[in-house]
Nanobody, 122 residues
Framework: VQLQASGGGLVQAGGSLRLSCAASGRTFTNWIMGWFRQAPGKEREFVARITWNLGTTHYADSVKGRCTISRDSAKNMVYLQMNSLNFEDTAVYYC????????????????WGQGTKVTVSS
């Protein structure tokens, strides 16, 4: 499994960005795709996830209402649309994949992309 994240950059507070994740190496039927982020000096945290089959989504409270995760099954792509960005959203964003959510924590996520940096300026 290979995950390639892209779309990060510098954006002003209040702006928007769309992150993309190109997934390859297998079919992702029944898998869960997710976005995580790690801010400087902080631990990596969950942002959003989506089930490949039904498109069921779940968000961290910190981004709920501002971010939308989606997937394009035909293109094997996962997206994270981020709106109303603020300084606290500054982080490296990682795309991840899980076969199941057995543990409900980071142990579920066995595959990671290389990360794409998002910097929000005030």
């Amino acid at each position: 499994v290979q995950l390639q994240a892209s779309g990060g950059g510098l954006v002003q507070a209040g702006g928007s960005l769309r992150l993309s994740c190109a997934a390859s190496g297998r079919t992702f039927t029944n898998w869960i795709m997710g976005w995580f982020r790690q801010a400087p000096g902080k631990e990596r945290e969950f942002v959003a996830r989506i089930t490949w089959n039904l498109g069921t989504t779940h968000y961290a409270d910190s981004v709920k209402g501002r971010c939308t995760i989606s997937r394009d099954s035909a293109k094997n792509m996962v997206y994270l649309q981020m709106n109303s960005l603020n300084f606290e959203d500054t982080a490296v964003y990682y795309c991840a994949a899980a076969r199941t959510l057995r543990y409900g924590d980071s142990r579920d996520w066995g595959y990671w992309g290389q990360g794409t940096k998002v910097t929000v300026s005030s």
